[in-house]
């Protein structure tokens, strides 16, 4: 680990890289470093090969799949073809979280965290696609495991909700912290991943008119569609907490089985 530090530092004598974990399989070590320098964070990844009896730093890269065949390891995807380690490296939201659980292929995973992060490794395996990726399903705060509120955000859903609310309330100069409770709308196009984030912020008291407007204007928007009417009309409960938000979202232009949908079970839209 000290030698593929080195490594790093060679690449950015700046920077301040921190030790996030490692793994060793075979003849072959990866250690993955949060970078910090000139006020950015990246995450990095260091391929080893043992040479006699210690591992030798042979790779730095910042892409999170590194190729075995080392010639093409900076190469940019897609390399779908090429066999190597996969580092997958979550952000964990939850600031007193000192363990992630994960879903893989029906396999349940933990990882610690470190600096806010887990790292998991895959080895003998292409670029992850997007099926196989690990996703969070649980946070160990406070001795005790607890659920995240979404498959795509390693947050629970009082942090998620906290943090929303916060990048609404924020000044101008301060609201980038939190933009990540706002980004992960836009990080995914799954529809029935992001209505738990939705609903966990409803779950919110007393929530800012300004929260209200952003969900409707931007999110809710985005999400209007037979999936999430599905889910709505499921239960009156669903209804009434949805209400506010899709009676005054933008859905005029929507196709007309959409709309007539939305009519019959809020009313006309606001004029």
Not at 8 to 34: A, Q
Not at 73 to 100: L, Y
Not at 108 to 132: G, H, M
Request: hydrophobic content about 40%.
């Amino acid at each position: 680990m000290h030698a593929a530090r080195q490594l790093l530092l060679d690449y950015f004598p700046h920077g301040d890289p921190n030790h996030l974990g490692g793994e060793e399989r075979g003849e072959r070590r990866v250690d993955t470093f949060i970078m910090h320098e000139a006020g950015n964070s990246r995450c990095y990844s260091v391929l080893s090969l043992r040479i006699d009896a210690a591992f030798v730093p042979d790779v730095v890269s910042e892409y999170p799949h590194i190729p075995y065949a080392t010639e093409l390891a900076n190469a940019k995807p897609p390399r779908w073809r090429e066999i190597g380690v996969h580092a997958t490296t979550w952000t964990i939201r939850s600031p007193s979280a000192t363990r992630g659980r994960f879903m893989q292929r029906g396999a349940v995973r933990e990882a610690p965290v470190i600096s806010a992060r887990c790292v998991l490794y895959d080895w003998d395996t292409p670029w992850l696609s997007e099926e196989s990726v690990p996703r969070p399903v649980a946070l160990l705060v406070d001795g005790a495991w607890g659920p995240t509120v979404s498959g795509i955000v390693a947050a629970t859903a009082a942090d998620f909700r906290r943090g929303y609310v916060a990048h609404h309330e924020a000044g101008p100069n301060a609201r980038y912290r939190h933009a990540w409770a706002r980004d992960v709308f836009y990080d995914s196009r799954d529809t029935r991943a992001k209505i738990p984030l939705v609903e966990a912020i409803l779950d919110g008291a007393d929530l800012p008119d300004g929260v209200l407007d952003g969900l409707s204007a931007g999110p809710i928007e985005d999400m209007i569609g037979h999936e999430l009417l599905d889910h709505v009309a499921a239960s009156g409960e669903r209804r009434t907490l949805w209400h506010q938000l899709l009676r005054f979202a933008y859905w005029i232009d929507e196709p007309a089985d959409v709309r007539e949908r939305l009519v019959a079970l809020f009313g006309d839209p606001p004029r």
